[in-house]
Each structure stands twice: as structure tokens, then as C-alpha cells.
């Protein structure tokens, strides 16, 4: 069964910093790029982050470039998002996800971000 736990979520205010993980379980973690997705209210899925199997390639949400860092660890089946100079723009719900070939295959259940002004 596959599982991906979010956590690290929180209430910070602007400026501040915060640290996601992401557990996986249930497939082969140490070959799957994995990713992060948010979602405010009102509003579509929004792409964050990208990380390939090995961790030597990223990619980032241009609303996100410089601010957040993308990391992961396959010994111990972790994604991390740090997020640093948050905005209250940044609120959202905190998505980790995990690609097939192309497009994310699955979910987790999320970790609520606010940023306060």
C-alpha cells in the first residue's frame, strides 16, 4: 500500500521559514522523481517542486525560485521542502507527491501552510 505523510506544517508569519517532510512507503522511493504541490482556496493545484530519483536535479515553481529548496534522502525515504522568506501568498496546502513517467501518480493527504502578515 502505498503512503505518503506530510508533515511540518504550521502557522509562521511573513519572513519566517518552515521545513516539510514527506515519508514514502509502499513503492520504490530511491527510483521515483517526487515532487510538492500546493493548493489555496479557491485555486488550482499549483506545481512547487521537483526532485529526480538521485536528488541532483531540481526544478521550481516561479513564485517559489530562491525561497524554497528541495532536498530528499532514499536512505530513509524522505522528501523535504524548506521554505524560507515566506509570503502570505505562500498559504496553502502543502501536497507531496510522487511521479510516474511523467505526471504524479500519488498524493498525499497534505500539510496545512499559513502565513500570517
Known amino acids: 500500500q502505498v503512503q505518503l505523510v506530510e508533515s511540518g506544517g504550521g502557522l509562521v508569519q511573513a519572513g519566517g521559514s518552515l521545513r516539510l517532510s514527506c515519508v514514502a512507503s509502499?513503492?520504490?522511493?530511491?527510483?521515483?522523481?517526487m515532487g510538492w504541490f500546493r493548493q489555496a482556496p479557491g485555486k488550482e493545484r499549483e506545481f512547487v517542486a521537483r526532485i529526480n530519483w538521485s536528488g541532483g536535479s531540481t526544478h521550481y515553481g516561479d513564485s517559489v525560485k530562491g525561497r524554497f529548496t528541495i532536498s530528499r534522502d532514499n536512505a530513509e525515504n524522505t522528501v523535504c521542502l524548506q521554505m524560507s522568506s515566506l509570503k502570505p501568498e505562500d498559504t496553502a496546502v502543502y501536497y507531496c507527491a510522487a511521479y510516474g513517467d511523467v505526471l504524479p501518480r500519488y498524493w498525499g493527504r497534505g500539510t496545512q501552510v499559513t502565513v500570517s502578515s
Open positions: 509502499g513503492f520504490i522511493f530511491s527510483s521515483s522523481p
